[in-house]
């Protein structure tokens, strides 16, 4: 089962694979950081982040730079 890993800060970061429970069938074992809630499509520009119970899509800071 493809499961939605996050970073410490909740950001989405990638898709990976939970395993079935060898105890268990009817369980799975859903690694630390993951949710099973597919993220929404985001552009160049922003971010995916799991809240309490939801994604958020939020803009991604821009840096600027020191004046010279």
Do not use: R
């Given at each position: 089962?493809?499961?939605?890993?996050?970073?410490?800060?909740?950001?989405?970061?990638?898709i990976t694979t939970a395993?079935?429970?060898?105890?268990?069938?009817?369980?799975?074992?859903?690694?630390?950081?993951?949710?099973?809630?597919?993220?929404?499509?985001?552009?160049?520009?922003?971010?995916?982040?799991?809240?309490?119970?939801?994604?958020?899509?939020?803009?991604?800071?821009?840096?600027?730079?020191?004046?010279?």
């Open positions: 089962m493809n499961v939605y890993q996050t970073d410490l800060n909740g950001v989405y970061v990638g395993d079935q429970d060898p105890l268990d069938s009817t369980n799975w074992l859903i690694p630390a950081g993951c949710v099973e809630t597919a993220p929404p499509t985001v552009n160049d520009m922003q971010l995916a982040k799991w809240g309490d119970t939801e994604w958020v899509v939020e803009d991604i800071p821009v840096v600027e730079s020191d004046p010279e």
